[in-house]
């Protein structure tokens, strides 16, 4: 088993930056890769950012392209979202996911149905 938390949330300004965190515990030899996903109010759960936690290939989304980076801290077993440029279509709650199985290419790194386990959220609200 693997647990997951997520830190880092909260209110920002448009055009304010924030970083959040998602430490794992337990099995954590077993994840072989992390990603983040956000939940708006009344829509479908959707695909940020990942990273092969072994070599270290990174994915976003095409809305947050250029704004997001995703990085990893093997010695913490955590990984970051720097989010900069925030718009309010960023307002979400932000989750962190693990995969066990290793995977090679971008498919199964966007479906969250490949993940195993799920951290419990943080909020994100950008307004002014």
């Known amino acids: 088993q693997v647990q997951l938390v997520e830190s880092g949330g909260g209110l920002v300004h448009p055009g304010g930056s924030l970083r959040l965190s998602c430490a794992a515990s337990?099995?954590?030899?077993?994840?072989?890769?992390m990603g983040w996903f956000r939940q708006a109010p009344g829509k479908e759960r959707e695909f940020v950012s990942a990273?092969?936690?072994?070599?270290?290939?990174?994915y976003y989304a095409d809305s947050v392209k250029g704004r997001f980076t995703i990085s990893r801290d093997n010695s913490k077993n955590t990984v970051y979202l720097q989010m900069n440029s925030l718009k309010p279509e960023d307002t979400a709650v932000y989750y962190c996911a693990a995969l066990n199985q290793y995977y090679s290419g971008r498919y199964y790194y966007t479906n969250p149905g490949m993940y195993d386990y799920w951290g419990r959220g943080t909020q994100v609200t950008v307004s002014s």
């Open positions: 337990g099995s954590i030899f077993s994840i072989n890769g």
């Open positions: 990273i092969n936690w072994r070599i270290g290939s990174t």
